[in-house]
């Protein structure tokens, strides 16, 4: 069992960068993989970013470049930076944890989520 808890989000000015940050409840590096997903008004939740315990980093192609996930493994955080932000960044944005269970099962956590809005 995994409690994730987000924060960072508000309104910024297009153009403008922020960050979150989501605190887990357990050592991350227990965690198969960590990520950012977000949703939209009217729309499906959507991959922004993943993080496996081993390091390596996974992007939404339209995203690339502008958003980093990062981590700090004494503090159990993992941080999504946002930069150059425009109105369609606008979302609420959802920590997730996958960890493995078993040799062939997995379980995703989630947190409460963030509400991100961009102003134009």
């Known amino acids: 069992q995994v409690q994730l808890v987000e924060s960072g989000g508000g309104l910024v000015q297009a153009g403008g960068s922020l960050r979150l940050s989501c605190a887990a409840s357990?050592?991350?590096?227990?965690?198969?993989?960590m990520g950012w997903y977000r949703q939209a008004s009217g729309k499906q939740r959507e991959l922004v970013a993943t993080?496996?315990?081993?390091?390596?980093?996974n992007y939404a192609d339209s995203l690339k470049g502008r958003f980093t996930i990062s981590r700090d493994i004494a503090q159990n955080m993992v941080y999504l930076q946002m930069n150059s932000l425009n109105p369609e960044d606008t979302a609420v944005y959802y920590c997730?944890?996958?960890?493995?269970?078993?040799?062939?099962?997995?379980?995703?956590?989630w947190g409460q989520g963030t509400q991100v809005t961009v102003s134009s």
């Open positions: 997730n944890a996958r960890v493995t269970l078993g040799p062939i099962v997995m379980r995703d956590y």
């Open positions: 357990k050592s991350i590096t227990s965690i198969n993989a």
């Open positions: 993080l496996t315990s081993g390091g390596n980093t």
